[in-house]
């Protein structure tokens, strides 16, 4: 216990004594990891992060570890404002992406401007800065959700005015001018180039954007240990309690929503330089809940929860992409989470087995009864996932009966859950599991793109449900 | 001036039917946030899959393009089978996905939330695909159907939804006035753990606010379609962003007050669309919301509670 405890009371701090005291490998885990210097965190960071494109020359896999580190980046500016000072700032990609139009307005013939990265940044920086300062200032008057939904109606305006001002009225020009670029956005953006480097490849914006996410990681951290740092949290636990203590919360708030706000800019600068491009649609709400989720996943106001955060949030879905081992990895998280989560262990094992004997008797059933809506048996199969359709009563109407299985398999699960009948529910789980298997095959497989937001639905909700407070976020009472 | 003049009881109408279903959303919003203090940002799905129920009612009675029962009872079904089948769902998603989470840090069921939602629409999504559904309105009431005071006309259609809505919020007025259950809501909202001690089955009250509020949305969901007509899976998340809103002019955890911010909100949409420009619509929208936040920073009608400490 070598962190500080400024603002947790002696109840969290023996909770966490108690939750400290975790034996076996969990525990190990846990003693090696409070040992270890925070630089070496850094360090270890740092080192897998160079080594990715020295391991792999795919650009496929450099492409997202690029996407993880950006989002890494972003995330640790909401967690300024969200996670250190508790503002709820649900605008915050507007400042991402008033950063992305600044860099795109600066570097680009659609102005004519071609200033010099480095000069640009500066400049992204200083507006991000003015802008959250700007934002800031309802958040004085504002608390809670008041200000959730003031600064989500800025995120919302500023996405309507990039798609909507193509034909503005200006004076001193006799035309409607064209400020945004609309819908089609602002394209050929210069390439990122600082101190004589240029960024051309993907591994060259890989490292760039590996830098700023490790400077702003580092800023990050320095922040959190700081005065400012302490008095954040202190405004985020009681804001009256702060304020009496002397704490100049008008200038704390600000300062939150201005330092977010830079970080912000800064990252949507470089989403623009390596995208080459910015559309209005770059920086929707979907953005926003991507970043909340990445910051909740990994514990609001925590550092390295911040980049576990991005890690799950960009990578799983990628990971998804890939039918085939989607599927492995499916059926592998079934049998892992039913290991886990059935006692005594023998039962899961049981389970398997009843499962695919119900399968095996089921299907000749199912055919013996309406042979017309089954398709002729496939003699021969290879492969995991091929040997599991043969197993499946899988009708000719597949999509159709996968529709109402998939509904059918919602209501299953919801009622298992609600079980407390151990018995009851082991045999509950025998055609749920079935269902889910043919589910998967039918429908979920075959739509990979809405399948894994269905996932990241679920595991937001099973996640909160298990883990409030994040992976990583410290546990801690809310005031009541 | 004179062409304003002209255009302002049109306006003033179609401000009150987009107004009604804001103001029915905003309802569900605020009676959660009433009794919880939580954003239910879910709801706003729960509003598509009402429209969705409703749409599933309607191709199952009108087969052929010829409707099996007197088209009236085709409409009074549509919303009854949505409000209930929503209600239900409502009362599910508080089940599984909030209730765990009630003695959690704030964001929590905000997130939580946020699955639910994603969950709705990509389920949606998977079973009836990303199509645009039609309400086949024309076959419930004749399109020619209306009021006509002089050069305004008063569609059928949006008569028909702004009557429904005033006769739920009367209902549900009702409901939190003068029955038990509106009075054990109520003294939820002022303080839970008190109203507990006083013997009020808070879980009781908190699953009947869900179901009230999302069958209120599912009704939002099946007016919607019945006088814009096409529905999607996507619907959900501008028409709960505008509740929402709606709800917080007004002063969340305010009925009166989400009412009045759905209305609100309605003419201001309407108003921006008809005299300045439809691209600015939202725009204008949340420009007018933002000011009047800044001018009543807890909403119009919302009370200003001293904080507690």
Redesign the interface.
Known sequence: MSKDKIGKDEWVASYQQRSAGIVGWRGALAGISERLPTWAWFALVIAIGVAIPMLTSNTYIIRVAGNIALMATLAMGLNLV?GYAGL?DLGFVAFYGVGGYVYAYLSSDFSGVHLPTGLTLIIVIGIGLLFGLLLGL?SL???G??L???T???G??FV??MT?MTRVNLPGHERPVNLTGGPNGIVNLDPFSILGFTANTVTDYYYVLLAVMVIILIVGFHLNNSRIGRAWRSLREDE?AADAMGMPTRQLKLLAFALGAAIAGLSGALFAAWQGSVFPGNFD?ALL?NV??II?LGG?GSLPGVIVGSVLMIAIPEILRNVELAGQLFYLLIIVTLIATLRPRWQSVALLVSVIVFGLILKPILVALSPASFAALEATSSGFVDTIRNWLAIPIEAKAVG?LA??AL?LMI?LV?RIKDMRVRFIALIPTLYLLSFVWET??SQ?PS??R??F??????VL??YR??GLLGER?V?VV | MDAFLAQLPQQIINGLTLGAVYALIALGYSMVYGVLQMLNFAHGDVYMIGAFIGYGVMVALIPEGAPLITPVFIIILMLLVAMLGCGLLGVAIEQFAYRPLRNSPRLAPLISALGVSFFLQNAVQLTLTAEFRNYQTELLIPPGAGFDFGDTRLPMTRALVIVITIILMIVLQYLVRRTKLGKAMRAVAIDREAAAMMGVDVDRVIIATFFIGSALAGAAGVLTGIVFTRVWHFMGFTAGLKGFTAAVVGGIGNIPGAMLGGFLLGMTESFAVGFISPTYRDVIAFVVLVIVLLVRPRGLLGARIPQKV
């Not at chain 1, 990241?456 to 909700?461: A, E, H, R, S």
């Open positions: 969200v709820l309802p008057r504002l608390v959700d008041y959730a939904i003031v989500l109606g800025f919302q305006i309507q005015l909507s009256l709400i809940i909340y989720a909740v609001l529709n998939f509904g919602i919801l859950t429908r979920l739509e809405i399948t937001l269905l990241v639905g679920v595991l937001l909700i909160m449900i409030p407070n801690r809310e």
